[in-house]
């Protein structure tokens, strides 16, 4: 039979209204007092009724995680990081997947509300209005994670993708490329990832070469797209580089110039973005922006946890940037 409240505060020889502070981490409790309940509750292995909780204090210890594609490597590594430190604090999560499906978004949105999470951790492949009104419709407290809004309304974890992308091309072209392809997500949607594309013109535009938009395709973050674009370029354009928007993307167009008989790095270099752990293990191995992914989750997991408890001021600053690096593998010329 399992554990009560009764029972952890008989074992701790405290009031069942002192089990219930510390349950519900109320700072009135001495430290002595907070250690033999705790104590008790391990012993006798005691579960607070969830379903209770929740209607007594309007909070479930459950957060929602919005991401656009599972498959995608990136995403699972800031999961890991949001998991970790849910479990310090004993937040449940609730993962769902929305295939960059803007309705399915806006539904998830509704039924993560309907569940009663505490709060929202986002990722997407497109910040629209839309989205962002139905997240002030729906009062959730949310976090920002890879992307941030034009207006900066909501608390976000980001890297300055911009910069990164322009440090990756200059990368390249220090290196004495004079055609640098790129390959990319479409320059007008709002997310991350279009600012790579923003961050690439502005380094051509800045140094001796020419922009030239015909060296540019853009597609999803999938191999395919890369291989396309090696397909569009070479049959067009002499290329000597290729700045690419994820991993995956160099990946696809590294397989299609291999199939055509041009070398990585010897006639073409090839600059990926992320740095999943496949860029460690292809052939060649990747030079690419490396993300903290593990780190933005787990700072978005607190800043969450602190919006969620009201405790917003205890934020150090509303709009993480975290650092990135460029990580020189074997796909470009030493």
């Known amino acids: 039979m399992a554990s009560s409240i009764k ?13 219930s502070r510390v349950l519900n981490d109320v700072d009135v409790v001495n430290e002595d007092t907070k250690k033999k309940v705790v104590e008790a ?11 209770a909780r929740s209607l007594k204090t309007q909070k479930t210890k459950t957060i929602g995680i919005l991401i656009p594609d599972i498959s995608n490597q990136f995403y699972p590594e800031i999961v890991r990081g949001i998991e970790d430190v849910a479990n310090i604090y004993d937040y449940n999560v609730m993962l769902c997947n929305s295939d960059s499906d803007l309705e399915k978004e ?28 139905l997240i002030k ?16 309304d909501l608390p976000s974890v980001t ?9 990756a091309t200059r990368y390249l072209i220090d290196k004495g490329n004079k055609s640098i392809a790129y390959i990319g997500t479409p320059k007008n949607v709002k997310n991350a990832w279009s600012l790579r594309y923003f961050g690439y013109k502005e380094a051509i535009q800045q140094s001796e070469l020419s922009f030239n938009e015909d060296l540019v395709h853009f597609g999803d973050l999938k191999a ?6 090696v397909e569009k370029f070479i049959e067009k354009e002499n290329i000597d580089a290729i700045f690419c928007a994820s991993d995956e993307i ?49 700072v978005a997991m607190r800043m969450l946890i602190k919006l969620v408890n009201n405790k917003e001021k205890e934020l150090d600053q509303k709009h993480f940037e975290l650092p990135y690096i460029l990580v020189e593998r074997d796909s470009c010329k030493k």
Do not use: H, W
């Open 7 to 19: 029972d952890v505060a008989r074992e701790a020889g405290v009031s069942i209204a002192t089990v």
């Open 41 to 51: 509750i391990k012993k006798l292995a005691y579960r607070p009724n969830i379903v």
């Open 106 to 133: 806006k539904e998830y949105l509704r039924v993560l509300k309907e569940k009663m999470i505490d709060g929202v951790l986002y990722m997407s492949t497109s910040l629209e209005p839309e989205i962002l009104d």
């Open 137 to 152: 419709e729906l009062e959730l407290s949310t976090v920002l994670v890879e992307s941030k809004d034009e207006e900066g």
């Open 159 to 167: 890297i300055d993708n911009k910069q990164a992308s322009y440090d």
């Open 224 to 229: 395919q797209t890369g291989y396309e674009g």
């Open 250 to 298: 160099a990946m696809g167009a590294i397989n299609a110039l291999r199939s055509k008989g041009i070398l990585v790095p010897e006639d073409i270099d090839v600059v990926g973005f992320n740095d999943l752990y496949l860029a460690s293990i292809f052939y060649p191995k990747l030079t690419t922006i490396s993300q903290p992914m593990y780190d933005m989750g787990s």
